[in-house]
C-alpha cells in the first residue's frame, strides 16, 4: 500500500472549521481509493505578524519526527511556508516521491521579491511533480519558479455533495460565497448591489473584513462560514452565483456552483475563463468595475425562462476532469508513476 504524507498550511481546524476543506476531501477519497494517506498540517494559533514567525516555527518543530518515518510520497498543498520541511524530507529520502501543488497568491506574490524567488526556485528543483490548480497559474508558476509545471488539476469538486436539489425552490437571485475580501471583489458586488433597482436578494456566505458592513445592505442574508452541505443547499436556492473576483487561480466555488446547476456571473480573469462559457454557462464582467458588474446582474435578473434554462443547464455539464473522484485517480497515477 502507497503511503502518503500530506503537508498543508491551510486545513481544517476547531479555530478555522472549513480552511482547506477541499485538501481533508482530497485525503479522504484518497483514502478510499486505498492510499495509506497521512496529514501535517500547520496550527492556527497565533495571529498577527511576531505570531507568523512563531506558527511557522513551531510548525517546523513539530515536523522534525516526520523526518523519522517513511513514506513513499510527500504532497505538499501551497509554496509557503512548508516547503522547506518537505525538501528536508526529500533530501533525508532520496527515494520519496515530492509533489508541489500550487494555490495562487503563494506563487503570485514572488512577482516583486527577487531573493524569495530565487530560494523557491532553487527549492522547486527538487520537486518531482510541480502542479497547478490553474492554467494562467501554471504560465506563471513556470515563469517565476523557473521550471516547467508537470500537471494541471484542480482541487476537484464532490459531486455527492454539490448536486442539483430540484426540492430547494428559488430563494435567492443571487449568491456570494467566499471571503469577504477586495481580492475576491466583494468591495465591487457591494457598490453593485447598491446601485440595482428592484430590490434583488442576495445571500452571502464567508467571513472577512467587510463583514461588518453588510448591514448597510437591505436586502442581503449573511449566513457566515458554512459546512459545505450547506453551503451546497444555499447555492440551490439561488438563481446566481456571483464572484467579482479580482485574481483566482481556478476558483473552486464556480465549479461547484455549476455542478448544483446554478449559472455564474463573475469577472473575466485567471481560472473564470476556464471555466465560464459566454452565455452557455454563465456570464462575464468585462471590465472588473462596479458598473460593469451592475450591468451583467440586472442582465441575468431580466433574462426569461427559457434563457435562463439554457444556462442551467450548460452548467450542469461540467466538466467531468474537475469531479473529485477524477482528481483523485489522477493523483494516484502520479503518485504511482515511476514506483
Known amino acids: 500500500m502507497l503511503r502518503l504524507l ?80 518537505a525538501w528536508l524530507y526529500a533530501v533525508v529520502h532520496p527515494r520519496s516521491k515530492l509533489v508541489l501543488t500550487v494555490h495562487g497568491s503563494g506563487v503570485r506574490r514572488l512577482e516583486h521579491r527577487r531573493v524569495a524567488r530565487a530560494l523557491y526556485a532553487a527549492l522547486v528543483r527538487r520537486v518531482d511533480t510541480l502542479h497547478a490548480v490553474g492554467r494562467t497559474l501554471a504560465e506563471d508558476a513556470t515563469r517565476l519558479l523557473r521550471r516547467p509545471v508537470d500537471l494541471v488539476l484542480p482541487a476537484g469538486v464532490d459531486r455527492r455533495i454539490f448536486r442539483p436539489m430540484p426540492d430547494e425552490d428559488d430563494v435567492y437571485d443571487f449568491i456570494f460565497v467566499g471571503s469577504l475580501t477586495r481580492t475576491k471583489g466583494f468591495d465591487l458586488l457591494m457598490e453593485a448591489y447598491r446601485s440595482l433597482a428592484g430590490k434583488p436578494t442576495l445571500c452571502v456566505v464567508g467571513s472577512g473584513e467587510f463583514a461588518d458592513h453588510l448591514g448597510d445592505l437591505e436586502g442581503v442574508v449573511y449566513r457566515a462560514s458554512l459546512p459545505p452541505e450547506e453551503v451546497a ?53 468585462r471590465p472588473s468595475t462596479a458598473e ?48
Do not use: W
Request: aromatic letters at 10%.
Open 292 to 339: 460593469a458588474l451592475a450591468t451583467v446582474m440586472e442582465v441575468a435578473l431580466n433574462l426569461d425562462f427559457e434563457d435562463y434554462q439554457k444556462l442551467s443547464e450548460g452548467a450542469i455539464r461540467l466538466n467531468p476532469e474537475y469531479a473529485l473522484d477524477a482528481v483523485c485517480a489522477r493523483l494516484v497515477d502520479v503518485y504511482e508513476a515511476g514506483r
Open 233 to 285: 443547499r444555499e447555492m440551490n436556492r439561488a438563481r446566481f452565483l456571483v464572484l467579482p473576483t479580482r485574481m483566482d487561480a481556478f476558483g473552486l466555488v464556480v465549479a461547484e456552483a455549476m455542478s448544483c446547476g446554478v449559472p455564474v456571473l463573475a469577472t473575466a480573469v485567471d481560472g473564470m475563463l476556464e471555466q465560464i462559457t459566454e452565455d452557455a454557462n454563465g456570464l462575464l464582467v
Open 6 to 85: 500530506v503537508v498543508s498550511n491551510a486545513y481544517p481546524s476547531d479555530e478555522k472549521p472549513y480552511a482547506g476543506v477541499f485538501v481533508r476531501n482530497q485525503v479522504a477519497r484518497l483514502s478510499n481509493l486505498g492510499v495509506d494517506a497521512h496529514v501535517f498540517a500547520m496550527r492556527r494559533t497565533f495571529t498577527g505578524r511576531v505570531g507568523s514567525v512563531l506558527k511557522y516555527l513551531s510548525a517546523f518543530a513539530r515536523f522534525m519526527p516526520q523526518l523519522l518515518r517513511s513514506y513513499d510520497v510527500v504532497h505538499v498543498h501551497f509554496l509557503s511556508p512548508l516547503l522547506f520541511p
